[in-house]
Structures are given as structure tokens and as C-alpha cells.
T-cell receptor
Framework: AQKITQTQPGMFVQEKEAVTLDCTYD???????LFWYKQPSSGEMIFLIY??????QNATEGRYSLNFQKARKSANLVISASQLGDSAMYFC???????????????FGTGTSLTVIP | NAGVMQNPRHLVRRRGQEARLRCSPM?????VYWYRQLPEEGLKFMVY????????ESGMPKERFSAEFPKEGPSILRIQQVVRGDSAAYFC???????????FGAGSRLTVL
């Protein structure tokens, strides 16, 4: 089974509108972390936001928020007030186990390509 | 305040040659991870290293691939006798012990002719 599933290969959003990028995950661990990374056309991977499995509140970082629904095992990224510079690939990722576990791996989804339309 | 430095950014090799990719972690980071990204795909874990130790290499192909992180100097991902299927972007990430977040380098793009 896939650890991370991103079902939207491509998304379009009008500038200044909000957009939600979907992510579901699969783990039997009680302690895990969820992440979103942005990959612009230049290729680097930029960390956006983190949500711990025990965090009761949804994570927010500026225009980014993570809609964490634990029972549904979903961790959708919401980008508010989209900007042209938000056009990029977005990857959802999961770290299984507690953060002090030195054997951790991160699992990445296949990504969603977001295009912001002027 | 340099981040994770990878070089070369682009590497072209002919089939059968060797590729060496280097990664210098962020200052103060003692853990290095290598990931491979094939075209149109997400990142796949390859190997996780600390200084002079391979902690987890469960994602490494059994043959031709090796990685090291010596006491001094960068981490090296070595691919011997490259084949066309090795063409990919190879990302290095680093972290401190127990960190939540991986900090990635800009990647090294290998093209095998």
C-alpha cells in the first residue's frame, strides 16, 4: 500500500483565490509527522509546513495551513490568496515513528502540480 | 549560513562510467539522507547516514550503488557502471539528531547517455 497518496496530478487556481491540495496517508504508527514541500521549476525542495500526529491544532505558516483530519488520515494543504510564485510541484510527506527514532524514513507522495492563473 | 550544498548540479555520464555525487550538510547537521527522484515521480528514500556510519540503506539498489559519509568531508553517493535507468535527480537532505524537518539541497541531476 502507498504510504502517501496525492490524487491530484495537476491543479489550477486563480490568482488571489485559495486552493486545497489533497493528501492521504497510511500508517499504523501512533506517532508520526506530516510535511509539505514545494518544488519550483528550479528543482530545489522547500519545506513549507509540518504537523505532528499528536498536535491538536492544525498547523499554519503564513498563507499555508494544514487541514489535519486524523480519523480520515488526511493532511490537505491549503494555500490562501494564491500568488503567481506559488506555481510549483507540491509534495506531501510522512515520517513514521517519533522524531528521535534514528531509523526514520520519510515517504513522499507523487506530487501535485499547481498552476496559478493571473 | 549555507544550506545543504550538492555538487555537481548537473552531471552527464555515458553508460558504464561512474558517477559521484557530493553533499555537504548544513552546518551543525550530523545526519544525511539521499533520495532519488525519477521523472514525474516523488522522492524515494535511498540511504541514511551519520558520520562514518550507514544507519539505514534499505532503499539502495543492491548493486552498483554505495554511499559514505566520512569523518571529514562531504557525503558521497557513488554509482558505478551507470545505466540509462539511473538518470534521475538525486537529492541530499540533512538534519540534526531527532529533528522533525529535513533540509534539502538543490539536487544533482544525472543524465546517462
Amino acid at each position: 500500500a502507498q504510504k502517501i497518496t496525492q490524487t491530484q496530478p495537476g491543479m489550477f487556481v486563480q490568482e488571489k483565490e485559495a486552493v486545497t491540495l489533497d493528501c492521504t496517508y497510511d500508517t499504523s504508527d501512533q506517532s508520526y509527522g506530516l510535511f509539505w514541500y514545494k518544488q519550483p521549476s528550479s528543482g530545489e525542495m522547500i519545506f513549507l509546513i509540518y504537523q505532528g500526529s499528536y498536535d491538536e491544532q492544525n498547523a499554519t505558516e503564513g498563507r499555508y495551513s494544514l487541514n489535519f483530519q486524523k480519523a480520515r488520515k488526511s493532511a490537505n494543504l491549503v494555500i490562501s490568496a494564491s500568488q503567481l510564485g506559488d506555481s510549483a510541484m507540491y509534495f506531501c510527506a510522512m515520517r513514521e515513528g517519533p522524531k528521535w527514532n534514528t531509523g526514520n524514513q520519510f515517504y513522499f507522495g507523487t506530487g501535485t502540480s499547481l498552476t496559478v492563473i493571473p | 549560513n549555507a544550506g545543504v550544498m550538492q555538487n555537481p548540479r548537473h552531471l552527464v555520464r555515458r553508460r558504464g562510467q561512474e558517477a559521484r555525487l557530493r553533499c555537504s550538510p548544513m552546518k551543525g547537521h550530523s545526519h544525511v539522507y539521499w533520495y532519488r527522484q525519477l521523472p514525474e515521480e516523488g522522492l524515494k528514500f535511498m540511504v541514511y547516514l551519520q558520520k562514518e556510519n550507514i544507519i539505514d540503506e534499505s532503499g539502495m539498489p543492491k548493486e552498483r550503488f554505495s554511499a559514505e559519509f566520512p569523518k571529514e568531508g562531504p557525503s558521497i553517493l557513488r554509482i558505478q557502471q551507470v545505466v540509462r535507468g539511473d538518470s534521475a535527480a538525486y537529492f541530499c537532505a540533512s538534519s540534526v539528531y531527532g529533528a522533525n524537518v529535513l533540509t534539502f539541497g538543490a539536487g544533482s541531476r544525472l543524465t546517462v547517455l
